[in-house]
């Protein structure tokens, strides 16, 4: 299971850190994936790792979200920084099969709650 958090309101132009936190398994054995869905549009990847700490990002976000583990604590994190309205939605981790040169990759097990970003001013 994995669950995120860390979500909320911030300034266009500011930063903010996601959690997502596993249970049932280690995150230093599996790739992991950050995704994002606004209401009527398909989620999108915007960051993965696989288990050798390679790292890839789309376009969009390059530059400016860093996803990084914990192993000791179990926990992906994904450090976003110059954020704009268009980074909002919500954000979703995920178990995936491999982590794309595009920052995606096909997740399997199921779905978390998710955690809402809003950049608003």
């Known amino acids: 299971q994995l669950v995120e958090s860390g979500g909320g309101l911030v300034q266009p132009g500011g930063s903010l850190r996601l959690s997502c936190t596993a249970s049932g398994f280690g995150v230093d054995y599996v790739a992991i994936g950050w995704f994002r869905q606004v209401p009527g549009k398909e989620r999108e990847g915007v960051s993965c790792?696989?288990?050798?700490?390679?790292?890839n990002y789309p376009d969009n976000v390059k530059g400016r979200f860093t996803i990084s583990k914990d192993n000791a604590e179990n926990t992906v994190y994904l450090q976003m920084s110059s954020l704009g309205p268009d980074d909002t939605a919500v954000y979703y981790c995920?178990?995936?099969?491999?982590?794309?040169?595009?920052?995606?990759?096909?997740?399997?097990?199921?779905w978390g709650q998710g955690t809402q970003v809003t950049v608003s001013s």
């Open positions: 995920a178990k995936i099969s491999s982590c794309g040169r595009n920052g995606s990759g096909n997740m399997f097990g199921s």
């Open positions: 790792m696989n288990i050798y700490g390679t790292t």
